[in-house]
């Protein structure tokens, strides 16, 4: 009788122990949201005369290097009663930037007022960032 009550508590205590590595194993296995999975913190910095209509980020497939690579569309209307043309500068916290005008060409190359403008800019970065900041200034 004796016997049994040991072998019964030992079986008691393994028991438990698995059930408590079980619980530690299968609650470390939850996966946690990516970083980016919301998208990056956006810092703008946009002049008073444009505004901001698009701001898009995805992966998509480069023609110029292998492999996927981050790309961002920005839109960009003039808010402002006269013709303007705008630089946007785009710039990532690992060192990586583009950028260019809008419009990117034309006579004269100007947005007219209340006129809107989609550009999508390559970037050459492999993930979505944590952090983007986009910069328009008026020409």
Do not use: W
Request: with cysteine; aromatic share 10%; hydrophobic share 35%.
């Amino acid at each position: 009788m004796e016997k049994f009550k040991v072998n019964h508590l030992f079986s008691g205590i393994i028991l438990m122990v698995s059930l408590c590595v079980g619980f530690v194993l299968i609650s470390g296995c939850a996966t946690q949201p990516e970083k980016g999975a919301q998208g990056p913190a956006e810092t703008l910095k946009v002049c008073p005369t444009a505004k901001i209509t698009t701001l898009e980020y995805f992966m998509k497939e480069s023609k110029f290097s292998g492999g996927p690579k981050l790309h961002v569309k920005v839109g960009i209307k003039n808010i402002a009663d006269e013709p303007l043309r705008y630089r946007v500068s785009i710039f990532l916290p690992d060192g990586a930037s583009s950028g260019g005008f809008y419009p990117r060409k034309g006579k004269p190359p100007v947005l007219q007022p209340r006129e809107e403008k989609v550009r999508t800019f390559p970037m050459y970065y492999d993930k979505i960032p944590d952090a983007i900041t986009i910069k328009v200034d008026e020409l």
